[in-house]
């Protein structure tokens, strides 16, 4: 599985996130130094499907990358997703979430729940080098 850095304005959000769980993100990542885990992120749109306080949290840092493992959502088995549970849906499709993103709205926090066969590889990214636009 490969880690890529990508401009953090090409990601696209589909779900708003939780400001204190940002906040407290920024601050454990500034602590750290690094991002210890990469986005997951389609392809073709730069829908955000995990990572949504991270991409936040980015922009709270002045990040120009950010790591993320690009794949191709719609076409790809290996990731599912689903409505969280009460979330007020009772279906939610891979399109809805590249629709979502794409538009000028967001679900709600903790709307969609991506599942996949494999784990996101562990990384330790510097903030350093997610500052400058190249190596």
């Known amino acids: 599985m ?31 130094g690094c991002y210890t885990k990469p986005l997951l992120v389609d392809r073709e749109s730069g829908s955000i499907l995990d990572g949504h306080h991270r991409h936040a949290v980015g922009h709270i840092l002045n990040l120009v990358r950010l790591p993320v493992v690009l794949f191709d959502y719609l076409e790809d088995d290996s990731i ?28 709600p926090p903790k709307t969609s729940r991506h599942t996949t066969s494999w784990n996101s590889p562990p990384i330790a990214e510097s903030l350093e080098r997610l500052a400058k636009l190249n190596d």
């Open 80 to 107: 599912t997703v689903e409505p969280w549970p009460n979330c007020g849906l009772e279906t939610l499709t891979k399109q809805d979430i590249v629709e979502m993103s794409i538009s000028d709205e967001l679900y």
């Open 2 to 32: 490969k880690v890529e850095l990508v401009a953090i304005e090409w990601l696209r959000a589909h779900e708003e996130t939780r400001p204190k769980k940002v906040r407290e993100l920024a601050k454990i990542t500034k602590k750290w």
